[in-house]
């Protein structure tokens, strides 16, 4: 079975040059949207419309405990504040799964994520935002060693 506490979602709260890479700890949620955008075709040669699959929107609700002094929480309140947006608010993300590879490394992916704040609530004590995958992403495995995480992107075929 899958367990919660063995997959993580890390965000670099560095420069893509010195990532600090920190994870998500404080949040209550933790489920990849893929937001399936299709298409429907009407063929002639078909008496019915074919739907075909033309891509994926990855995107991570969060509900973040509002914890002053935690790595995660002073970041996206940060970017909140400053209201960024454009190139601002995109950040680098990291997926570390429980699944291993045949070498007993972690399934991972990085990618870059738009990070859109939704809303921060005084009164629950917390602060809701979403990541959202822009571009790419690149696969690999990685290791967890002290709350940090090494990545190595598979070779390319």
């Given at each position: ?12 709260t ?95 992916e ?15 004590g ?8 822009r ?23």
């Amino acid at each position: 079975m899958r367990k919660k506490h063995l997959n993580y979602l890390f965000l670099n709260t560095g420069t893509k040059e010195t990532p600090a890479w920190v994870r998500v700890s404080k949040s209550t949620d933790f489920a990849i949207a893929y937001n399936g955008e299709t298409e429907v075709f009407d063929y002639i040669a078909d008496e019915n419309p074919t739907t075909e699959l033309q891509r994926y929107s990855p995107s991570i609700p969060q509900t973040q405990k509002a914890i002053i002094g935690d790595g995660i929480y002073d970041f996206i309140a940060d970017m909140a504040r400053k209201q960024k947006t454009g190139l601002d608010a995109v950040v680098q993300a990291m997926i570390v799964r429980q699944q291993k590879d045949s070498s007993g490394k972690n399934l991972a992916e990085t990618f870059n994520a738009l990070l859109t704040i939704d809303t921060d609530d005084f009164v629950a004590g917390t602060i809701t935002y979403t990541i959202a995958q822009r571009g790419d992403v690149t696969l690999g495995t990685a290791t967890v060693a002290e709350g940090k995480p090494t990545f190595t992107a598979d070779a390319q075929a």
